[in-house]
């Protein structure tokens, strides 16, 4: 086989896995909402399935590619995915996929963004820009009015979406980050045990909110997670980042086909100034990426 031919295989696989995992991890928001929408699970019992069955398909993921050895825990990393575990599942009791989708993708990115400064880099005009939209879009998604999402949801999933963000930023440093994963998603177990006990009296449990559950743990994280994984090596930092901006997007469409969700004026224009925005910053910093590479290389 040619070099031309297994660089274009390359791409090729690079651009399946890529797909496979932004529609898996949509996905999530469309069982989770398919779920607790109609009322057939609990939010703390869709949230312990979906921790266990992720470790579940993780764990055998790990073990069929020959580790054996899981990391010890670490619990910044093991606090940060179950917060964003319990608020994700939690705020879709009343937000619907395409909404949550966006508020979750938004604090994650700004999370990220405003630790960026915390450290020292420097943002330039543009990007100064496309961050004050960016915010101003989820300012805008929530302000009070008739058609705002539920106050409480939208706190929720704000939440979640920052712990996902310091998840991430914990994560980087893993060498391992499947194994790290299967690691974090193991030692939550046991706090959805406690999580459950806590919503005993809330707890209501039907065969499709199991399988539903299932489905978002097993499916749409832990498998989603491992095609992410094996997607990155062909991804540049910048194109990783970017190419996420298509999960509010794919929810959105999946909430109106699959859920009859109608997206509003507000959604949209929301969903225009914050993934526009989004997309500005992430631009600026590829290109000063680039320009850095470009005069190490000189």
């Avoid at 609990?42 to 399935?49: E, L, P, Q, Y």
């Avoid at 915010?135 to 705002?148: D, K």
């Avoid at 939208?154 to 994560?171: E, K, P, Q």
Wanted: proline residues 3%.
């Amino acid at each position: 086989m040619s070099s031309t031919t297994s660089g274009q295989s390359t791409v090729v696989r690079t651009v399946i896995l890529t797909a496979a995992a932004m529609i898996a991890f949509a996905a999530n928001s469309l069982l989770c909402r398919m779920a607790l929408g109609q009322e057939l699970i609990d939010a703390a019992s869709f949230t312990s399935i979906r921790i266990t069955s992720g470790a579940v398909t993780l764990g055998l993921i790990v073990l069929l590619r020959g580790n054996w050895k899981i990391p010890t825990a670490n619990w910044a990393s093991v606090a940060a995915l179950f917060c964003y575990m319990v608020c994700f599942s939690f705020a879709y009791l009343s937000l619907s996929a395409g909404t949550g989708a966006l508020l979750l993708f938004g604090a994650v990115q700004l999370t990220m963004f405003v630790t960026a400064l915390r450290h020292g880099e420097r943002f330039s005009f543009l990007s100064w820009a496309g961050l004050c939209a960016a915010f101003s879009g989820l300012v805008y998604l929530v302000a009070p009015g008739v058609t705002a999402p539920d106050p409480l949801g939208a706190a929720l999933m704000a939440v979640a979406g920052i712990a996902w963000g310091a998840y991430s930023l914990i994560g980087r440093s893993a060498t391992q980050p499947l194994a790290a994963t299967l690691s974090n998603f193991l030692f939550s177990v046991p706090l959805t045990v406690a999580l459950s006990a806590v919503f005993i009296a809330n707890a209501e449990v039907s065969a499709a909110g199991v399988l539903l559950a299932s489905a978002s743990g097993a499916l749409a994280s832990g498998l989603g997670y491992a095609i992410w994984y094996a997607a990155l090596p062909g991804l540049t930092a910048g194109r990783a980042a970017t190419v996420q901006l298509s999960v509010p997007v794919i929810a959105a469409i999946g909430g109106i086909v699959l859920l009859s969700e109608q997206p509003g004026l507000r959604l949209i224009i929301a969903s225009g100034l914050t993934i526009g925005g989004i997309w500005i910053v992430l631009a600026q910093r590829s290109r000063r990426v680039a320009v850095k590479s470009g005069r190490a290389g000189e």
